[in-house]
């Protein structure tokens, strides 16, 4: 069974640029997460879909963060303008019945 | 909401030796999930143990809900098992959201 996939793994960016990510869920999971994690921390959760229906965003810095899930599979997570804080892992999971998360290899995203 | 506390947040084993790292949380849960964070960022799911005893090779796992605190065992440490691990938590009343403590670092050294 294939794991999360997520790419880019690296990406470095100046800010103001804006960036997008994308996320494949493990066949068959409803749900998928993004987090970010700072180094030195625990993963923050951005949002969470439950097919392609918004569960929760309340962590999710709108006026510069998006994310969309359109078809329940994939999905991508962007940001736009990117600003120096940004910097950070963008972990993408998926789960099945929103019990055990599994989760991708990350993306490290520097803001210079 | 929920505060999870784990502690020690830093440890150094020898490689062989056994340890345990605890989890505390505030309020009851109806979902708890240990992780282990590899040295390269990688989270790999070890347990999901709301209550109960669960082993997994030299991994072993114990929740007793009702004093809200989980423990993970990890016996005859290998320098695989360096990296940070990390509890988390949910329940109902936060939409199944999982709230994460900081971790514990360990380094098994050779």
């Known amino acids: 069974e294939a794991g999360v996939a997520q790419s880019p793994r690296y990406k470095i960016i100046e800010k103001r640029q804006s960036v997008a990510f994308w996320c494949n869920p493990i066949?068959?999971?409803?749900?998928l997460y993004w987090y970010q994690q700072i180094l030195g921390q625990g993963p923050k959760l951005l949002i969470q879909?439950?097919?392609?229906?918004?569960?929760?965003d309340s962590q999710l810095p709108k006026d510069r963060f998006s994310a969309e899930r359109l078809k329940g599979v994939d999905s991508t997570l962007k940001i736009q303008p990117a600003k120096l804080e940004d910097s950070a892992v963008y972990l993408c999971?998926?789960?099945?019945?929103?019990?055990?998360?599994?989760f991708g290899p990350g993306t490290r995203l520097t803001v210079l | 909401g929920i505060q999870v506390e784990q502690s020690p947040p830093d440890l150094i084993l020898q490689e062989g030796a056994n340890s345990t790292l605890r989890c505390n949380f505030s309020d009851s849960v109806n979902n708890l999930q240990w992780f282990h964070q590899n040295p390269w960022g990688q989270l790999i799911n070890l347990f999901y143990?709301?209550?109960?005893?669960k082993q997994n090779g030299r991994l072993s796992a114990t929740t007793v809900a009702t004093e809200r605190y989980s423990l993970l065992y990890i016996s005859s440490s290998q320098t695989t098992d360096s990296g940070v691990y990390f509890c988390?938590?949910?329940?109902?009343?936060?939409?199944?959201?999982?709230?994460w403590g900081l971790g514990t670092s360990l380094a098994v050294n050779p």
């Open positions: 879909f439950q097919n392609n229906g918004v569960v929760d």
């Open positions: 988390a938590v949910s329940n109902a009343g936060n939409n199944r959201k999982l709230i």
């Open positions: 143990i709301p209550s109960g005893t």
């Open positions: 066949s068959g999971h409803a749900t």
């Open positions: 999971a998926s789960s099945l019945g929103g019990r055990t998360q599994f």
